[in-house]
């Protein structure tokens, strides 16, 4: 699974109910996180418009879906740093993120 990838999820009623075309929520989001370097944070997404929003303050984002879902023709944007067909190609573009942690290491010893 990828449970041990995540610390916990941070949803629309924890930004305020700013949606993820927003900048804004972006910002709570970091706030909600403790985190401060936008460059730290990864956001992936169906979502043209979503994905700009998310480059715009500094996110790496990854545009998963190269057909829209809703006019079903190819999507492409230049603020996605990869653009992938489906979410299992994550480790493909990212694998620096599916490496093993200390927090992994201690789960698969408990």
Do not use: Y
């Not at 489906?86 to 993120?97: A, D, F, Q, Y």
Request: proline share 4%; net charge negative.
């Amino acid at each position: 699974g990828i449970s041990d990838l995540f610390d916990g999820i941070i949803d629309v009623k924890d930004c305020q109910f700013e949606t993820k075309h927003s900048e804004s929520s972006f910002h709570i989001a970091m706030g909600k996180a403790g985190v401060d370097n936008p460059e730290s944070c990864i956001f992936v997404d169906d979502s043209v418009t979503n994905i700009s929003a998310g480059r715009r303050v500094g996110w790496r984002c990854i545009l998963v879906g190269k057909v829209g879902r809703d006019c079903g023709k190819k999507v492409t944007t230049e603020h996605a740093e990869h653009e992938i067909d489906t979410i299992h190609h994550l480790p493909h573009v990212l694998p620096e993120i599916f490496l093993p942690t200390e927090k992994s290491d201690q789960k698969e010893k408990d």
